[in-house]
């Protein structure tokens, strides 16, 4: 039995060990934050992009109204002080187009410069979106490329690993391994420990003197009073 639990126990180290690799390959920086980051200013740019086209469009479209307006405003004014129109109702209708057109166009100037202050704040928004689209874009690639690179070494070793697991676990009897595997799914992957001096390694707690000297006999079976976990005494070297 002595011989099977120094297998048990290099079975348990093999475990610890794998347990390890996939928790380090579980935590990496797989670059999803920054991917989330990244859509989210892209559909921002994209937002911002569409709103700046739709104030050009309308800032296009003042812009022709106006001067439509313009020349309508010249040609009354061309007829008024022209001297072919002498009629004083004429005149007087021609005096109130001037001025009504000469409001209209006054309040579409002031609609235009709202327009053009818009339109700057969108070129300075856009363009911060696309500094910050391209500076994630950047660090994105970074951090894949550090991702890639580290994973395939953890990968390597469990490959390496998983293999040597089994190969050791065959060399434990079938009753054993299955207790072992129980105990170490209740047990945070911890079936076996070593024991050293007069407590139990997994839990912290004394371990009875009795127990103690039957654990050094190298039996099996034995297992910690208050943990549960199959105990193993190291033989000194001869």
Same mark, same amino acid.
């Given at each position: 039995?002595?011989?099977?639990?120094?297998?048990?126990?290099?079975?348990?180290?093999?475990?610890?060990?794998?347990?390890?690799?996939?928790?380090?390959?579980?935590?990496?920086?797989?670059?999803?934050?920054?991917?989330?980051?990244?859509?989210?200013?892209?559909?921002?740019?994209?937002?911002?992009?569409?709103?700046?086209?739709?104030?050009?469009?309308?800032?296009?479209?003042?812009?022709?109204?106006?001067?439509?307006?313009?020349?309508?405003?010249?040609?009354?004014?061309?007829?008024?002080?022209?001297?072919?129109?002498?009629?004083?109702?004429? %005149?007087? #209708?021609?005096?109130?187009?001037?001025?009504? =057109?000469?409001?209209? *166009?006054?309040? @579409? +100037?002031? /609609?235009?410069? !709202?327009?053009?202050?818009?339109?700057?704040?969108?070129?300075?928004?856009?363009?911060?979106?696309?500094?910050?689209?391209?500076?994630?874009?950047?660090?994105?690639?970074?951090? %894949?490329? #550090?991702?890639?690179?580290?994973?395939?070494? =953890?990968?390597?070793? *469990?490959?390496? @690993? +998983?293999? /040597?697991?089994? !190969?050791?676990?065959?060399?434990?009897?079938?009753?054993?391994?299955?207790?072992?595997?129980?105990?170490?799914?209740?047990?945070?992957?911890?079936?076996?420990?070593?024991?050293?001096?007069?407590?139990?390694?997994?839990?912290?707690?004394? =371990?009875?003197?009795?127990?103690?000297?039957?654990?050094?006999?190298?039996?099996?079976?034995?297992?910690?009073?208050?943990?549960?976990?199959?105990?193993?005494?190291?033989?000194?070297?001869?």
């Amino acid at each position: 039995m002595s011989d099977e639990l120094v297998v048990l126990y290099q079975v348990q180290q093999a475990d610890t060990d794998l347990a390890r690799l996939r928790t380090e390959l579980a935590r990496l920086n797989t670059g999803a934050e920054l991917k989330a980051e990244l859509a989210a200013a892209e559909n921002e740019y994209k937002t911002i992009l569409n709103r700046h086209h739709g104030t050009e469009a309308e800032s296009r479209a003042l812009e022709l109204e106006i001067a439509t307006l313009q020349e309508k405003k010249t040609k009354f004014e061309s007829q008024l002080y022209g001297g072919t129109v002498r009629n004083p109702r004429q %005149l007087s #209708d021609l005096q109130e187009e001037v001025g009504m =057109l000469d409001r209209e *166009i006054t309040k @579409l +100037e002031d /609609r235009e410069l !709202e327009l053009m202050e818009t339109l700057e704040a969108q070129r300075s928004q856009i363009a911060f979106r696309q500094q910050e689209i391209a500076d994630r874009k950047q660090e994105l690639g970074t951090v %894949l490329a #550090d991702y890639a690179a580290k994973s395939a070494a =953890l990968s390597d070793q *469990i490959a390496e @690993l +998983e293999p /040597r697991r089994a !190969e050791l676990a065959a060399g434990v009897s079938a009753s054993l391994l299955k207790r072992y595997e129980q105990i170490r799914l209740r047990q945070n992957n911890l079936g076996i420990v070593k024991v050293n001096g007069g407590s139990c390694p997994g839990c912290r707690i004394a =371990l009875a003197s009795e127990l103690l000297k039957e654990v050094r006999t190298g039996r099996g079976d034995l297992t910690c009073d208050n943990c549960g976990r199959l105990l193993y005494w190291e033989r000194p070297a001869d």
